[in-house]
């Protein structure tokens, strides 16, 4: 079983910055993809940003140029530094993991998640 315990989140001002972290524990071989993902009530879970292993980044439209994801492989954790905030940031935000718990089985593991305001 992988846990994955995110961090980071609270409220900020339009234009400013937060950075959200994920850490995965537990049976874990290989993770291959980590991500974030968010959330707003009566709407469905969205795609934020996604990182390979090897580095590969995926964004979602609404936040290119504002979101940097990285990992880093030896602490099996994800990062999400999140600029120039706006009010529709607002969200909880979700971290994933997919890969490997052993050589043969696979996993994908959801983190509770950890809420993100912007608000004035």
């Known amino acids: 079983q992988v846990q994955l315990v995110e961090s980071g989140g609270g409220l900020v001002q339009p234009g400013g910055s937060l950075r959200l972290s994920c850490a995965a524990s537990?049976?874990?071989?290989?993770?291959?993809?980590m991500g974030w993902y968010r959330q707003v009530p009566g709407k469905q879970r969205e795609l934020v940003a996604t990182?390979?292993?090897?580095?590969?980044?995926n964004y979602a439209e609404a936040v290119k140029g504002r979101f940097t994801i990285s990992r880093d492989n030896a602490k099996n954790t994800v990062y999400l530094q999140m600029n120039s905030l706006k009010p529709e940031d607002t969200a909880v935000y979700y971290c994933?993991?997919?890969?490997?718990?052993?050589?043969?089985?696979?996993?994908?593991?959801w983190g509770q998640g950890t809420q993100v305001t912007v608000s004035s």
């Open positions: 537990g049976s874990i071989f290989r993770i291959r993809t």
């Open positions: 994933r993991a997919d890969g490997l718990a052993t050589i043969l089985r696979e996993f994908t593991s």
């Open positions: 990182v390979t292993r090897e580095g590969s980044t």
